[in-house]
């Protein structure tokens, strides 16, 4: 996403639609099928028993895509792109009714994501999050080599069909300087403790992380 391409929302709004299938999977409000507003059920590999945690892993992943930051140089997004996405987050909350009486998960869910739209800095956070995550498998196993192969096909049937290249810059219709009160007073009444204990993944203890090295190790020594 570079300057050229400032006013292209596609990945904006996959991420938003990733937001709503998580309220949806973890069912916190009975009436949101009449104020989602995305179509979710376009994530297809999603069912009744899927673990909002997973879903939780896709949302940052697709966060990442956009707004992740390795600290390495200049900010490639420009300060209006970053401002029309807020903009267009504010008019989604107002849009969607969603206030300070939501659960703590979702304000946590939603400071983040307005934490990483802000700036460079809160991409470099995502970005170190992502980085000392739990491994869900070892890259040796079946089981790892074949969840790689069903995303290799799923990447596969969407460039083909199209969808890849599918640009979305559809708008919200809610308010967005009353979206942007809501989220001040949800931001708010999150603690510090709160902001900052909240991953999209599962962290690594110091222990894990230094197991994870060894391994790395180990495998670099085995290839050369």
Known sequence: MGKNNENDLTLFRQMITWVEKYIEQAQFFSDWEQRKQTDTSVILWVNNQTPTSEILKSLGLCLHLEFGHNGKGKDWLSPKFRETVKTEFYKWINATKIDNNCPKQLKQVLFRIHEVMENKEGGYKLFKSLENSKRDLEPDSPEYQEQLQTVFSIVSETHASGKAFEVDNGRFD??????????AAIANSLSATDKENFHFWPQMTEAEKAEEERKN???????I
């Open 174 to 183: 809610g308010d967005a300087e009353a979206g942007k009160t809501t989220f």
């Open 217 to 223: 190790k180990e495998r670099i020594n085995f290839i």
